[in-house]
């Protein structure tokens, strides 16, 4: 079973229609979640860090948030250069601290 | 852009043979990862660093070493390269063991 799972796969939506993108985690003992992009044929791009429930994080039109056991990333009137996966990583306290990743969900911004 | 670069970009070889990845950072970052993505995987942990001479296994380490004799440097052999190591091979750096920065990638191509 994964400890972190990111939904939907895949996403697909036309310029300026906002959505959200989801990132749950089972394990108890959150130390930090990361969200990041990817662009084909490169490596994943650093977004956010949230350490707490509450917290928010904005960059341009995304907006991330934490609660106790999921984090949506909010994507406000996309563009077409928002198209991309983005990934989800968790550090649980318990443990080795090294950070789990989802496996991430492809977003396509149709002009 | 954090200062990573991976060697080779690309690289085919024949089953059997050994390969020899190497990542490179001018960031004095003390935590060193090797990472492979496949479609329907995501990312995997194959080793990480966490210090010159000290790594450890990740979740998909079978076929795999590692060494850091130096703290810029952080490479991984696949002693004798199967097809199901047919990957592309992400290397990322943490300076705290938290936000991860990522490379640009090697594909490996092994037949």
């Known amino acids: 079973e994964d400890q972190v799972t990111q939904s939907p796969e895949a996403l697909r939506l036309q310029e300026g229609e906002s959505s959200s993108l989801n990132c749950s985690y089972t394990v108890s003992g959150l130390r930090g979640l990361f969200w990041y992009r990817q662009d084909p044929g490169k490596g994943p791009e650093f977004l956010f860090t949230?350490?707490?429930a509450g917290e928010e994080k904005e960059k341009e039109r995304l907006k991330a948030t934490l609660t106790k056991k999921e984090s949506f990333l909010h994507i406000t009137a996309p563009k077409p250069e928002d198209s991309a996966t983005y990934l989800c990583a968790v550090q649980f306290s318990g443990g080795s601290y090294i950070p789990t990743f989802g496996r991430g969900t492809s977003l396509i911004v149709h002009p | 852009d954090a200062g990573i670069t991976q060697s080779p970009r690309h690289k085919v070889t024949e089953t059997g043979t050994p390969v020899t990845l190497r990542c490179h950072q001018t960031e004095n970052h003390r935590y060193m990862y090797w990472y492979r993505q496949d479609p329907g995987h995501g990312l995997r942990l194959i080793h990480y660093s966490y210090g010159v001479k000290d790594t450890d296994k990740g979740e998909v380490s079978d076929g795999y070493s590692v060494s850091r004799s130096k703290t810029e440097d952080f490479l991984l052999t696949l002693e004798s390269a199967t097809s199901s190591q047919t990957s592309v091979y992400f290397c990322?750096?943490?300076?705290?063991?938290?936000?991860?920065?990522f490379g640009p990638g090697t594909r490996l191509l092994v037949l």
């Open positions: 990322a750096i943490s300076e705290a063991g938290e936000t991860q920065y």
């Open positions: 949230l350490y707490s």
